[in-house]
Each structure stands twice: as structure tokens, then as C-alpha cells.
């Protein structure tokens, strides 16, 4: 069995144009994973729906209004927080001191998390950040306002350097997205205070439930993903970004806290793998017991350049959540911590298909 390389991993950092591919495991233990409310969701009747739906705003929606407005001191949220907060630190050290200086010194984070986390922590750090909004007293969204550079000159002597900046794809849409059904053009609006999220919905039923919920433009989890025309469109595009990015040359994909379950991401993700050579992706199963169905489900077998990341056994300490990843993984590398003369190796196992030809 294979070691996955911190060595290795430092060479791909240094030349790739990073991605990650967030799910939503990476927001718990704050947020729940409802892992079968898709089915529950496919199976039941229109009628019956409206109950699940509640039960998604409840659980997972709501709570976002005291990630917004810094209401939570629960030990769980805090967790959370620090979590995605060390990472997006971690990221943006990384792109500062990267040694490559022909690619920008961005990353991209596509995400199917609905949630306020990433936002929250880019804003408390001050690290710049593109979520698809353009405009200050009513910011719109559009595909064009993504991939955008920052750059700063000194005030003294007119030095102009990049700016790390990380850009959020939520690829299934946001609590932080609202749209006025009065205007003719639908265009998506930013809401910071989530004004449109509230526990009074909870008690409407019917279409006037479903009115107010319809609002919020998320896809919501069940097979059928019916979309309010206004976000069917974004939708599309956000699924081609990310095939585009993954197509790129010397490109890196991280997935984090993802099962894969999502039908459209995982055959542009195995499409890209297979028909981009130089594109190298890491797949991080947060239990020992989760790798075989992985590798599994991305035909690892058929695809050298995939590598399925877990823990060495079934030791709950070890397994791998965003704290974990971010402390074993890229926070070595941002340290530095790499012996010239040696190849240093976590304590995680990896499959069995990458030789020494494929290593970067």
C-alpha cells in the first residue's frame, strides 16, 4: 500500500492550478448531514413534500442567520469556524508564497454547500475573495465577475504585487442568493443579512410556503433538482467553470467532504480525468471504511491520474475531516517542513494505481 507523499503533494501545489471540491461534510459537526433526505425526497408524494422541506430549512438553513450575524458560541459552531477558517488561511499562505510565478496566485473552491461558512471566514480573515457578485450597494451576480485579480501597489514606490485571492463556486446555489419575482429580468441579488431565511416560513404552509421558499435559490437535494428557471441557467454554467477548470493544463483537484452521490459532478470530474492527462486528483474519504466504495464509484482502476486518500485504519482520531486535511496536509506544506534529501509521508493510505511514473 502506497503513502501519500507530502513531497509529492508540495511538486502538484507549486505548478498546478488549484481546485477544491467541497461537501457538506466539511461544515459539520455545526451543520447536519440529512444523508437520506434524497431519497425521502424522490420517494415521496407532492403532497408530502412540503414536511422534508421544512425539516431542510430548519436544520440546515435557519442556522446560517447566527453564522451571519455572529450570534453562535455553541461548542460545535465553534469548531466549525475554526475549521474553515485555518484552511482559507492555510490556502491563501500557500498562494502567497507559492515559487511559481506564471500562474495567478488564486484557487478555486467549488462547493456544493449551501452555507455561509466559506464567506464568513474569508470575510473575518480580510482575505480577498470573488463569490460571483459585482456592485457595493446592490450587488448582482454573474459567471464574468468570477476569476478576477487583485493587485496591490506600495505606497511609496509604486511596487505592484498579486493578491492571494480565493474564489467560492456554489455550484448549488446560496442562502446569501434572493431574487425579486416582480422584476422582469430575475437577476440574482445578494442578501448578507439573509432577510428571506427567517422561522416565520416555518409556519406558512401550502403556496404560501412554497412562495417564500421557492426564494431562496438552492438546488435542493432530490433527484428531479427543480430549479427556479432564474437559477436553471446559473446552474448550467457553473457545471461547465468547473469542467473548464478541470481541463486545464497541470490542473489539481482536492475533494473534501464530498460522497460523490451527485450524478452531473462526477462525470465531469471522470470525464476531465480521462481526457485531461496532466490533471491530478486527490479524494479524501473521511473513514477508513468509505475508500473501497470510492474507488468504486470513480472506476479508479481506469483513471492513473485519481487518488483516493484515507485513513490507515478504523481510528476515530485519524479520520479525515477539514481540521485534520488542513493540519497534516497543507499546513506542512505552507511550514515548509519537507527534507530535501527525503520523501516524508502522512499517516494516510492511498490507492494502489499510482506508480512512480505518474507521481508529479
Known amino acids: ?3 501519500l507523499e507530502r513531497r509529492e503533494l508540495s511538486e502538484v501545489i507549486q505548478s498546478s492550478n488549484l481546485n477544491f471540491l467541497f461537501g457538506a ?3 459539520t459537526p455545526y451543520l ?15 403532497e408530502d413534500k412540503e414536511a422534508i422541506y421544512k425539516e431542510y430549512l430548519e436544520h440546515v438553513m435557519i442556522p446560517n442567520r447566527s453564522i451571519i450575524h455572529a450570534k453562535e458560541n455553541s461548542v460545535k459552531y465553534l469548531e466549525t469556524k475554526s475549521n474553515y477558517e485555518t484552511f482559507v488561511s492555510t490556502i491563501a499562505s500557500i498562494l502567497l508564497r507559492r515559487k511559481n510565478t506564471i500562474l495567478s496566485k488564486q484557487a478555486n473552491i467549488f462547493t456544493t454547500n449551501i452555507d455561509v461558512f466559506l464567506e464568513t471566514a474569508l470575510e473575518n480573515l480580510k482575505i480577498e475573495y470573488n463569490d460571483g457578485f459585482s456592485g457595493r450597494l446592490n450587488p448582482t451576480f454573474g459567471i464574468a465577475n468570477f476569476k478576477k485579480s487583485v493587485q496591490q501597489r ?9 493578491i492571494p485571492v480565493i474564489n467560492i463556486i456554489k455550484i448549488h446555489g446560496s442562502l446569501t442568493w434572493i431574487y425579486e419575482s416582480e422584476k422582469s429580468d430575475k437577476e440574482i441579488i445578494f442578501s ?3 432577510r428571506h431565511i427567517n422561522k416565520s416560513l416555518l409556519k406558512k404552509s401550502g403556496t404560501e410556503f412554497l412562495e417564500g421558499y421557492r426564494r431562496i435559490l438552492v438546488v435542493n437535494p432530490e433527484e428531479s433538482k427543480h430549479l427556479e428557471s432564474v437559477l436553471n441557467v446559473y446552474y448550467s454554467e457553473l457545471l461547465r467553470l468547473y469542467s473548464s ?4 493544463e497541470n490542473a489539481v483537484l482536492f475533494v473534501m467532504g464530498f460522497s460523490m452521490e451527485d450524478r452531473h459532478i462526477k462525470e465531469i470530474t ?9 490533471l491530478r486528483i486527490y479524494v479524501f474519504c473521511y473513514k477508513f471504511e468509505d475508500k473501497e466504495n470510492m474507488e468504486e464509484k470513480l472506476k479508479v482502476r481506469q483513471h492513473p491520474n485519481i487518488q483516493i486518500v484515507a485513513p490507515e485504519n478504523i481510528d476515530n482520531e485519524k479520520r479525515l475531516g477539514l481540521s485534520r486535511i488542513t493540519e497534516t496536509i497543507f499546513k506542512d506544506i505552507w511550514n515548509n517542513n519537507i527534507p530535501q534529501n527525503t520523501l516524508n509521508k502522512t499517516e494516510v493510505s492511498s ?9 508529479a
Open 32 to 46: 447536519p448531514i440529512l444523508g437520506d433526505i434524497e431519497n425521502r425526497l424522490n420517494k415521496a408524494k407532492s
Open 192 to 194: 448578507s443579512n439573509l
Open 270 to 278: 471522470l470525464r476531465a480525468a480521462k481526457s485531461n492527462p496532466t
Open 25 to 27: 461534510g466539511l461544515s
Open 351 to 359: 490507492n494502489d494505481n499510482i506508480g512512480e511514473d505518474d507521481k
Open 245 to 248: 477548470e478541470l481541463e486545464k
Open 154 to 162: 506600495s505606497l511609496h514606490f509604486d511596487h505592484i504585487s498579486e
Open 1 to 3: 500500500m502506497d503513502k
